[in-house]
């Protein structure tokens, strides 16, 4: 079975420009939920999504950070305009269910804006 | 605010000898906690659950122990071997929320 695939793997960018970052979740999981990790804050949650809703935004740093999900199978994290701060790896990861279980992350993409 | 605390950004061990990772929690509605490992421009997987109706989840060489009147569990590693390094996260989640907290992460080096 496939895994939660993210793109792109890496990103380098100019401060200004706008990010959009890709995800499709597992098939038939109804959770999806965007990370970021940095070495201040480790993983943090931004943003996450019940059957395509989004549910809980509170943690998207500002404005500038968009995400949508336009069906079961993909979503967007964009960043507009992007800011040498916004440096990090972001992770998508999904999961089944209303249940506590575990969460499938994806590879992650790594982003740089210089 | 950091509800879920790894306050030992690395540990280093010798293969064979015990890893211990703690994690300290705050909110007192967490019942659900888990642990991920992660390896370099990898994603975190998950490792070992543990429910708070339990006080112990073990799982081969990894054991979790939760201690609710203290707000704290830690991973125990027995015996540790060099495939074991990486990053621990601890993650927990409460009854009513589906996401989950992560720590900072614990950054392990098992040296043979």
Not at chain 1, 8 to 34: A, N
Not at chain 2, 4 to 25: A, F, H, W
Not at chain 2, 50 to 76: M, P, Q
């Amino acid at each position: 079975d496939a895994g939660v695939i993210q793109s792109p793997r890496h990103e380098v960018t100019e401060m200004g420009q706008e990010v959009t970052l890709r995800c499709k979740p597992i098939s038939g999981h109804d959770y999806l939920f965007w990370y970021r990790q940095t070495m201040m804050r480790g993983l943090e949650l931004l943003i996450y999504f019940n059957n395509n809703v989004p549910i809980d935004d509170s943690g998207m740093p500002e404005d500038r950070f968009s995400a949508k999900m336009p069906n079961a199978s993909f979503s967007t994290l964009k960043i507009q305009p992007s800011e040498p701060r916004d440096s990090a790896v972001y992770f998508c990861a999904s999961k089944r269910g209303i249940s506590t279980g575990e969460l499938f992350f994806g590879e992650g993409s790594r982003l740089t804006v210089l | 605010d950091q509800q879920v605390k790894q306050n030992s950004p690395s540990l280093s061990v010798q293969e064979g000898r015990i890893s211990i990772l703690n994690c300290d929690y705050t909110n007192s509605m967490f019942d659900y906690f888990l642990w991920y490992k992660k390896y370099p421009a990898e994603g975190p997987t998950f490792l070992i659950s543990i429910s708070s109706i339990k006080d112990k989840n073990e799982d081969g060489r990894f054991t979790v122990f939760l201690n609710k009147s203290a707000k704290h569990l830690s991973l125990h590693i027995v015996p540790s071997q060099p495939g074991d390094s990486a990053v621990y996260f601890c993650a927990a989640s409460a009854v009513t929320g589906y996401a989950l907290n992560f720590g900072k992460g614990t950054s392990l080096l098992v040296t043979p």
